[in-house]
Nanobody, 125 residues
């Protein structure tokens, strides 16, 4: 079964940093390396929002809220994509999910909660 396992979420103070990890399970490393992977976030009751994406060729996309603060990277030898988040704000509080598969616009057809259970990020003021 193909899954993406998110980890690294925590409770931090505003201004702090976190590094999230998204590790593939059930993928071959070659298939993972050929995949675009994105990070989404969702506040309960709100829509699923694309935060960032890294393509199989290393190109990146950042939502306006993430530009200049967050950095996405990948280590295909480990089947893992990272999201390093800096200067965190209370508005960054959400469950963060990663996604892959069929693309839709800047994001993916299947996103929040489809590939994994997510990781909670809580930022207090």
């Amino acid at each position: 079964q193909v899954q993406l396992v998110e980890s690294g979420g925590d409770s931090v103070q505003a201004g702090g940093s976190l590094k999230l990890s998204c590790t593939a399970s059930g993928f071959s490393l070659d298939d993972f390396a050929d995949s675009d992977v994105g990070w989404y976030r969702q506040i309960p009751g709100n829509e699923c929002e694309l935060v960032s994406r890294i393509d199989n060729d290393g190109r990146t996309y950042y939502a306006t809220s993430a530009k200049g603060r967050h950095t996405i990277s990948r280590d295909d030898s480990k089947g893992t994509v990272y999201l390093e988040m800096n200067s965190l704000e209370p508005d960054d509080t959400a469950v963060y999910y990663c996604a892959t598969g069929a693309r839709y616009g800047e994001g993916f057809v299947l996103a929040c909660g489809y590939w994994g259970h997510g990781t909670q990020v809580t930022v207090s003021s």
